[in-house]
């Protein structure tokens, strides 16, 4: 773990006793790292983060993403890995935040809102 990561996390854990993140409730793939043979129809040129599971009752499930979206942006700013995803997740928003989700679902381009929980 870099410790530029480390040091925030440390800092809250002696402050608070535990640490408070936004909450999504799904499971994550690279994109560059899942073969095309197991999901049918992936944009072939496209980085992002695919949904390989995602849990019942998660503020996930009730905005509506699904298994197979590839989630490509967070408010604009562009999601390349599931590490880019989680850095944007636990520094930029907060619980209670939404977040607008660039995903691609069935070839296609849509926006996502998702109210985060903790």
Do not use: C, H
């Amino acid at each position: 773990i870099p410790s530029n990561d480390l040091i925030p996390i440390v800092n809250e854990l002696i402050k608070n006793g535990k640490i408070d993140r936004p909450y999504l409730g799904v499971g994550l793939a690279d994109l560059d790292q899942v073969a095309q043979m197991y999901w049918q129809n992936l944009p072939s040129t496209t980085k992002g983060v695919i949904l390989t599971n995602i849990e019942a009752n998660s503020v996930a499930a009730s905005s509506g993403l699904q298994v197979k979206d590839i989630i490509v942006s967070m408010n604009g700013t562009e999601i390349t890995s599931s590490s880019d995803l989680r850095k944007y997740l636990y520094t930029k928003v907060s619980k209670g935040d939404e977040i607008k989700f660039g995903v691609y679902r069935d070839g296609k381009q849509i926006t996502v809102n998702v109210k985060l929980a903790d």
